[in-house]
């Protein structure tokens, strides 16, 4: 039986089509982690609220989105690490000190 185990050829499990492959992150967010829309919305957030996300989320006018407060500090934690070439709005004074970049 082990003759015949190493005579039979197994099948390669390594063997992924390309097509299968996730790629962890497309160009579009290695280069622009935060859209441009998300930018202008979080500035027009923090402006009003600074970092207080459970204002922003109470906020029906500024955050017309309507995001929960969790998807508010996601989307802020991201806005607040890009790097000054990734920033394509106006940093809010309020928050300057808290940005990476600065």
């Given at each position: 039986?082990?003759?015949?185990?190493?005579?039979?050829?197994?099948?390669?499990?390594?063997?992924?089509?390309?097509?299968?492959?996730?790629?962890?992150?497309?160009l579009s967010q290695r280069m622009l982690p935060v859209s441009i829309?998300?930018?202008?919305?979080?500035?027009?957030?923090?402006?009003?609220?600074?970092?207080?996300?459970?204002?922003?989320?109470?906020?029906?006018?500024?955050?017309?989105?309507?995001?929960?407060?969790?998807?508010?500090?996601?989307?802020?934690?991201?806005?607040?690490?890009?790097?000054?070439?990734?920033?394509?709005?106006?940093?809010?004074?309020?928050?300057?000190?808290?940005?990476?970049?600065?």
């Amino acid at each position: 039986s082990l003759t015949n185990a190493s005579s039979c050829k197994a099948i390669e499990l390594y063997d992924i089509p390309v097509s299968d492959v996730i790629p962890k992150q497309t160009l579009s967010q290695r280069m622009l982690p935060v859209s441009i829309e998300n930018q202008q919305y979080m500035a027009k957030c923090f402006e009003k609220h600074g970092n207080d996300y459970t204002k922003m989320a109470r906020d029906i006018k500024t955050n017309n989105m309507q995001h929960n407060e969790n998807q508010l500090r996601k989307i802020g934690a991201r806005f607040l690490l890009l790097d000054e070439n990734q920033i394509r709005v106006d940093i809010p004074e309020s928050i300057k000190d808290l940005m990476v970049s600065s």
